[in-house]
């Protein structure tokens, strides 16, 4: 005798609609900053990525307090968007990439009592169900070794930034004054770079950071501070400009309008010339006038010159009917001692206009 027996198989079915499915360790959180070290007072950004995440669902950023016991910092969903809970230390950004979405948290002037565990979570119906954790460290600025490195390198050429004397492998690298991650790794590798990767760069490692300075040769650029300057005669002023150059570029003055030809001007007398610190490829120069004088009245070229090339930049100093004093919306260029000198030339230029 044969039994013929019929199996069924009941799949996805749910015996119990008023019960919620479980969700557990959903691949939804992909990956995560790896943990971040950063000096007291600076900013820092915590960045995870996300897979394909349901509309419905929630997405989080809280700080781990303890055992079940967290702060919710930011919350975000299709629906609403992004709620910040704590603006003025903690702002987040959901951004759409090619590869999905990118769930970021920025604190700002971080202090020792934000140091600690920080996880990106995704929640439904108030569920974790996908979350990865990062851990920050603030560290003290004057416990912590800076070494300083400067790096010049000719434009198109690739160039490899180094850190591999520092232990550990969670080392980073920032641009100095950006928060965004620009690698990972103890060698930051640049290709074929321009002027605009010039900057400081950062290597920052648990319990220490490296700075480097990169300067990328370049022909100087000039941009006066103000390109008319106006003052009244017997009164100090001063033109300047702003010079970037890799390498150091050599800056000269001249005075325009001659039928001779531009002529070059030399430190004497009631005139000098002055250049601050050359500091990661900048400087400002300065004509100064301690007694301004009708034959000084006119216009005048800034130059630069390096290996790479050379600029100019034309500024001009006019009359003015009344003294122009540091303040004035006019601008004299000068400014420190000079004050209180054209203070004093102020007081008996009204004294003499109103036979006081």
């Given amino acids: 005798?044969?039994?013929?027996?019929?199996l069924v198989i009941v799949m996805n079915t749910d015996l119990h609609p008023g019960r919620r499915t479980s969700y557990r360790n959903l691949d939804w959180v992909t990956s995560i900053s790896p943990t971040q070290s950063v000096e007291e007072g600076s900013s820092v950004e915590l960045e995870c990525r996300l897979g394909n995440v349901p509309d419905r669902a929630e997405v989080a950023w809280v700080r781990i307090r303890g055992v079940e016991e967290v702060d919710y910092l930011s919350v975000y969903d299709k629906e609403d968007g992004q709620i910040d809970y704590e603006e003025e230390q903690a702002t987040s950004e959901m951004i759409e990439e090619e590869e999905g979405w990118v769930?970021?948290?920025?604190?700002?002037?971080?202090?020792?009592?934000v140091a600690g565990l920080y996880q990106c979570q995704v929640l439904i119906h108030d569920e974790v169900v996908s979350s990865r954790k990062v851990l920050l460290n603030v560290l003290d600025p004057n416990k912590v070794e800076?070494?300083?490195?400067?790096?010049?390198?000719?434009?198109?050429?690739?160039?490899?930034?180094?850190?591999?004397?520092?232990?550990?492998?969670?080392?980073?690298?920032?641009r100095l004054g950006e928060t965004t991650v620009v690698q990972n790794g103890k060698r930051l590798s640049l290709i074929r770079v321009d002027r605009s990767d010039s900057g400081i760069y950062v290597c920052s490692v648990s319990g220490g950071s490296k700075t480097i300075s990169l300067l990328v040769e370049h022909v100087p650029t000039i941009t006066p501070t103000k390109p008319t300057i106006s003052q009244?005669?017997?009164?100090?002023?001063?033109?300047?400009?702003?010079?970037?150059?890799?390498?150091?570029?050599?800056?000269?003055?001249?005075?325009?309008?001659?039928?001779?030809?531009?002529t070059m001007i030399k430190s004497?007398?009631?005139?000098?010339?002055?250049?601050d610190d050359y500091k990661d490829g900048r400087m400002t120069s300065r004509l100064i006038f301690y007694?301004?004088?009708?034959?000084?009245?006119?216009?005048?070229?800034?130059?630069?010159?390096?290996?790479?090339?050379?600029?100019?930049a034309t500024v001009q100093l006019v009359f003015s009917p009344t003294p122009v004093l540091p303040g004035s919306s006019k601008g004299s260029g000068f400014s420190g001692n000079w004050f209180w000198i054209g203070l004093v030339n102020l007081i008996v230029f009204h004294s003499n206009c109103y036979g006081l």
Avoid at 1 to 6: A, Q, S, V
Avoid at 148 to 167: A, H, M, P, S, Y
Avoid at 268 to 275: A, E, F
Wanted: hydrophobic residues 35%; proline residues 6%.
């Fill in 1 to 6: 005798m044969r039994i013929n027996i019929l």
């Fill in 103 to 113: 769930w970021r948290l920025i604190l700002s002037k971080v202090t020792t009592s």
């Fill in 146 to 174: 800076h070494n300083t490195k400067f790096v010049i390198t000719k434009q198109g050429r690739n160039i490899t930034l180094d850190c591999t004397d520092f232990e550990g492998e969670d080392v980073n690298w920032k």
């Fill in 232 to 262: 009244y005669p017997g009164y100090p002023s001063s033109l300047s400009c702003q010079v970037t150059a890799v390498p150091v570029p050599a800056v000269s003055w001249y005075r325009l309008g001659s039928p001779q030809g531009p």
């Fill in 268 to 275: 004497q007398g009631d005139l000098s010339m002055v250049i």
């Fill in 291 to 312: 007694n301004v004088t009708q034959e000084d009245y006119g216009q005048y070229s800034c130059n630069a010159t390096n290996i790479i090339g050379q600029a100019s």
